[in-house]
């Protein structure tokens, strides 16, 4: 995530193509919650100014940091877990919640498998629909991480030592 990219005033994060899997640029609507941990990753100084928003320490590239996180979760946790796993559990619960696929599809930045000709010309960018989604699994996402009532068979993840 670029800092340049975001605009917390608005609330979006606009993801250029070229750093997409499928090249098209993607918007995506940033919750209050998300708003306020970006905001808590502003550089204390110019010193500290990074390209980035989340940036770690040591010499690895920002790419090979991306793809080595499932895995260190994975092992610090003792759980089976990938990266998309991430993905999937949001897609899971915004489908439960009763967001149609087709607006979970948008949120994802998947490319439409419809008619040809629909793709080529629906220019709508479904952005009410994808911040109506996530806003929806954030929600479910708290319910989760208070452990509160109505959040079905979650079970808590704890590391195990």
């Excluded at 619960?93 to 629909?118: D, S």
């Excluded at 994808?130 to 929600?139: C, D, G, N």
Aim: hydrophobic share 40%.
């Amino acid at each position: 995530m670029r800092w340049a990219d975001l605009d917390l005033e608005s609330g979006w994060w606009s993801i250029p193509g070229e750093y997409t899997k499928n090249g098209q640029p993607h918007r995506v609507p940033l919750t209050v919650d998300v708003i306020e941990l970006v905001n808590a990753q502003k550089p204390k100084s110019d010193d500290d100014k990074s390209e980035y928003v989340f940036v770690g320490s040591g010499q690895a590239t920002l790419l090979h940091r991306a793809k080595k996180a499932p895995a260190a979760l994975a092992r610090v946790l003792k759980i089976d877990f990938r990266g998309h796993d991430l993905r999937r559990t949001a897609a899971t619960f915004m489908a439960a919640a009763g967001i149609p696929c087709e607006h979970i599809g948008h949120v994802l930045n998947h490319v439409e498998g419809g008619a040809r000709a629909t793709r080529v010309y629906d220019r709508y960018a479904y952005d009410r629909e994808k911040q109506i989604a996530l806003e929806s699994w954030a929600r479910s996402l708290k319910e989760i991480l208070e452990d509160k009532p109505g959040t079905g068979n979650v079970v808590a993840i704890t590391a195990r030592g």
